[in-house]
């Protein structure tokens, strides 16, 4: 099978391609990382299968890798590629700790494309206390998107847009069982949200958050930079 | 068609009939009405149409009538028929202006089951400040137990239910368009709640709820009568 | 990643922490139940794979283990930790044997919370005069809620409340196949049930289910305990 | 439009043609009552709108007119039409009041089939000691076959497969609010009945129902007739 | 767990219990076949996995067994045991290969029940004309009820219902994917026949199929033997 | 509000723009048609409610109207128009009559891309007898594409499709009730067909269906012409 | 029934409440605006009944009102209220004219936060080549975030994603008929866009998506002015 | 299990019966296969678990094999059989490299019936700029009809039915995950589609897809041969 990468996406976009890799075969997804480094320098593969990042490890061992164990994600650069520093800063929060490998997902990708990314994990919703204080912190520093990722009853995601001045990405996870289960009522609370503004990805869909947050951050990042523009 | 009252129920259950007003005629209602106030001197009725509320208020002249606008609902009774009063305290919560409706639904049932009704109504979810202060209230007034009807992201049950050391009754309402509306994802989030001790009705089922927390709240003023029993 | 245990949170709500096994690997879990331990004493743990249950018994031998087998549910206390035995009464019956799993949870976590538990299991639909008997001596030794486990199509909850004075909680079971399969056609007919006072948890959350029954049954104890308070 | 009635069906299936009402226009129904008139003496109507029903009685005024007005059913014959009298007994059982219509639609076609019919209106399923007798009488007079029709949580056509040795069909209603409301609850839960010997038909589908029952009657009534055939 | 059996279920109903053995464990399959076979002197097992089915056939080695293979069925009888002969007449069809285990599911217990059983499999829809010869046969046998098993776009049992005068159980088979795939499409499809007296069980309900069938059979064969009774 | 023609459109595809009338305001549909008669001398407007015809009607008096009332459809083409005549066939077959509709949507858009088409309405699935002989005839007058429009089960496209050597295409309709109404069954039915060679278009979408099999036969006429291309 | 405005929520989030006006009767919605109006000195009406529209004019004619028919909106300000400026710039696209109620809710809300607004409406699919031209001048004027709405199929926020380096915000209209319709194709198909940088609210949320897009391009405007903050 | 071959089917279809060997065991693919084999010379496989390949591989040694390993397809044919060479010419277009297994189906069986298939695949959305000059060759080279294959957001096959004058048959994958995913949200955006002339077949349908367009390049092939008849 033909694989045509395109290399004018990330230029396009300002975002660069990912790798699916849960679907498909490791001489598949070997190919893909090498048509994306002989393109851009580097390669971004999320969901490997465990045989796959051993053979990544292998074949590319003369390369720089970053390991994001927690999503399954793999960076692979060319040893003289040199990430991005836009200075855009994006905020990432989960309601619990089975969130997180999704999390993970979006702060990789948000800080391969050059954010800085501050994470707070497992704030629970029953004790919203302890949300106040992280969540104080991060606007005061500045922060230009929160990615909020949450399961079960989603409810998280309305809570923090209802307080930030700041656009608010949510990103349901696959957690829970049961009729709602498995993300799908956190997805349909988010879209029925009572706080404005607040913009969803699908379930599980850790790699569209972090794009749409950098996206973001890196847009006003260069506002800074060029004011008045 | 003949009708069949169950005289028995509210011996055996403790909660009375209710007439669901909605689909019947009005010809059905008020014989519905006349079979039940020859039983045990007292009708209930839900979601009347309008024709009918103006016909039961003619028809029922000579009778002490208790009209809810709101829930569209009347309670009919011979001028001689005394309403228990158990002691019992249930509270009622809203988060919003549309789900005051079916709220007082439930109100009216768990009053005309012998309890103090305590309403909240517009508590709001993004601005959870603002429920702090009346939830301190209602505990320290001994509530029983808890009704929170909410809409849209149905949030609000589930947060009330992280704070409070008393059974909650989630009441979904049919309120929010597009997917997840009607109460459908209000529904879904009660069902998955991450609040431990949150048990819901169906949606718009204010008569359920009402049904439910007096059932609780009778139960513990009846231990409190009768200790060690 | 981080653990944030809420300690506060059984005293705030009178409902114990429960860990759900089943997604967590058996590191999570034992990091979650050192924290649990070293907060109150306790850490209760449910749907642990079998290799999660075999490190658990080995790690924590030195502290009091119940092991509730069916549902894949163990309690580990420190040697010192008294469980508080609040007088409530907790009825649970099923309708089959297939939803017995489900049922042993809510006993467990009902039991952990102070109850007496009572468990009729396997009383059948068809043959309804079999649960004629016990559902009478479980109201004449004063139960305070009643939780009834079934699945396929879910008709046992609201027989039962349509006949007892006693607040219900519906529990559907992930049993049955073709349409309105694996609990859905259970919860949907208990959602939608004749009986007044029937409320719901979401399929297979006895924990749910057996943590609201507790509320309830605590709140009757402590009300038989202090009259007219 | 042309309309090609299937004259050989009525033999061929034992069954006769219903014409459906509710959504054809008043000439339309008209043409079709002539047609079947032509071809089998006797048209069905069912479902008609008021102002079709007032112009079927205009038209056909020189004919056999028997109005079912609670099913908005009407059936047409020439004077010298002879409904069969098959001996054929079908019973005909409710859960609520709300049924009836829906019920009474059965009743009709079964008896335009040449049954007798015995129907048991309303007998709830939170007072199934009502149901008994009725029951018991039912079989003593060799009914041959039970149509149940039920709304909401369509609990009772299990509960009767539970107790007789007759074929049940199950016939859910459109009664009912909320998740599974409109008789979706009512049809998943017959499905998933745990009672063998239970099938059903579509939500409000009386005249699948009736047929099938009466399909049933009809061939032991002829066997009672025809012994070892 | 205790396990409860219903003697008097098949005295009561005339079909007898069928255990479930999927989600079963060997151990409770074995326990339940005893129970059954001390009742009523046989059991029937449906879906036995395989460990199970090598361990009936050891415990049970002294009895009679009868093995359905393709429905993973098991009849267990006591050497003394005599099975009915009811004179009734089953005929199943099957539109494919993939419908035959359910089918025979359908097979085995009518066979139970003491009827004669004949079945057409793999009638195709696409060639109509292949249907119509069998078709002919079995009605100038004087078959009592037919089940007809359909997957995919379920059209046969239409087609069936919409040639013979007599009843037709519909039998979807979780067989099709994408939309509408594991039986769902056929499931709706019967529920919407344009055939008349055309009523169905559950996706793969085979068991449910064969009892409705064999019951109308039953009682048809018991009129032939007692006429004008 | 601006409308914005796309007159490219026809001649890039080969079929004409449609109106939706339906949701749209009579000066909208005004406003439309001056347009599409602007740029390609014709109008076609699908679905429009009563007054927009009578408004369309007055307006455009001095033009051609051809009006297709079944389909509330309508055709508005200056004085010079002359409406193409490819030379391709298309067969359109309803199962009922109150698929007629919907077909007629197709019969329209067909003849207006130059199509000869042939019309079978309400050949029934109950007595496919009757579709035999009209089938033979559409066959031996060389049809290139069949529209087959079926509501409630649907199962009238499988069986045409089984039979002819020609392209299908299943337009499911928007009739029936309960589960799977609404064209839902027709549409999961036509979905999981076991014919081969059967696509679908969406419900009620008689303008799609018609185009494509047009597309088709158009395709086929031009090839007659020009052979050997 | 009491009203509780939030008058701290402008301030905290940015973002003005917009008082929902579909289900509200008039005297609700003029109490709203009153209430709004004493707080921030505006009120913003969405989706006004025409009787609501005739009271509101009335009532308030001595403050300034902006109507926005297409929306049913209207803005209702004190004679001294200044609207903000803030120099962000939002883009807003429909796919069709169907489309531009809902937009034109997006557009209201993002100026009334102060941002400019530029809208192009229709652009359609199938004819991408009219989008290019308005997209270039859109991304040449530095809009900052963009809005696209579409029903049906909603392919086009996915394609305008695909092109530029701005977030995209989704934006599902309650256009199209059958299996997928009223936006539910839309939506879908947005959360499963191919396109990185999508993000979405739910069906006819116009509110919710100009909420963010201007929550966004004020973040950007305001760092324009505060470089390197 | 007897095994009925139709052996007239293609014959009478001009499509030949293809095994779905997904659900099947290997004794039934090779009694099938032989069936095949002796009516007409050929046996097509599809959906090959790979131990059947396997034994397919060694019990037709003889035969000649046609392997197309992506679809996990296999055609056996005798040695003597000759493939028809019909003229046809269809296009086969995929958006993503995961959508060629299925269209790889499509191929297969169009080949089969006869035509020359061209494949275009992984073609994106995103850089539709791709897409233009390999759609403008298959049009040069007089395509017959066009597959488009698509997962995700489905979006492909309504860009290209918008552009070229052929038919388009689209063919939705089982890509995707979430709400909307595994082909759900491509098939529903297919049904809504904006684009005049496009038809779908279900999820994953490939068969279905490509004996639709060979159908449809099969005649036009025809009419080339034979003008004007
Ligand atoms: N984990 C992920 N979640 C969502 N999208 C992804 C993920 N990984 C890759 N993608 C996107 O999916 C598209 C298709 O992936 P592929 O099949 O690898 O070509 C890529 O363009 C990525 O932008
Ligand atoms: N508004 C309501 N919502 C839910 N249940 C109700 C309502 N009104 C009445 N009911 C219950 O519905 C049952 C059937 O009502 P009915 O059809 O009036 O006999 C009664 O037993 C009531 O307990
Ligand atoms: N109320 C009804 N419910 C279900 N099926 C019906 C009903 N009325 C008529 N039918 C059947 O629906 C078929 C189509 O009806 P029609 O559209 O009137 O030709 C007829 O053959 C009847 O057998
Ligand atoms: N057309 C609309 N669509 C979505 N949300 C809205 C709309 N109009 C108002 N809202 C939001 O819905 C919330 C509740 O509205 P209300 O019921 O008017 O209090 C408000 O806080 C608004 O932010
Ligand atoms: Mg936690
Ligand atoms: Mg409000
Ligand atoms: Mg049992
Ligand atoms: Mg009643
Ligand atoms: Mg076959
Ligand atoms: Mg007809
Ligand atoms: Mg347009
Ligand atoms: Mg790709």
């Given at each position: 099978v033909t694989i045509r990468p395109d290399p004018g996406r990330e230029r396009r976009k300002g975002a660069p391609e990912v790798v699916f890799g849960e679907t498909k075969e490791t001489a598949q997804v070997i190919a893909m990382a090498q048509a994306l480094l002989a393109g851009s320098g580097r390669a971004i593969i999320s969901r490997m299968r465990s045989e796959t990042k051993e053979a990544l490890l292998d074949v590319f061992r003369d390369y720089t890798i970053r390991l994001r164990e927690a999503a399954r994600a793999m960076v692979i650069s060319r040893p003289d590629f040199v990430r991005p520093d836009t200075g855009g800063h994006v905020g990432i929060i989960t309601a619990g700790t089975s969130d997180v490998p999704v999390a993970e997902e979006a702060a990789l990708v948000a800080e391969e494309m050059g954010c800085r990314v501050t994470c707070i994990y497992d704030v629970g919703v029953a004790g919203l206390?302890?949300?106040?204080g992280p969540l104080r912190d991060l606007l005061s520093n500045d922060v230009d998107a929160i990615v909020v990722a949450a399961g079960m009853d989603g409810a998280l995601p309305s809570v923090v847009a209802g307080l930030v001045p700041v656009p608010v990405i949510g990103l349901p996870t696959s957690v829970g069982y049961g009729l709602g289960g498995k993300g799908m009522a956190a997805l349909l609370s988010m879209l029925q949200t009572c706080a404005p503004g607040l913009a969803v990805v699908n379930i599980d869909n850790g790699i569209g958050a972090g794009v749409t947050a950098a996206l973001i951050a890196n847009r006003v990042a260069q506002a800074r930079k060029h004011p008045l523009r």
């Open positions: 206390h302890r949300l106040v």
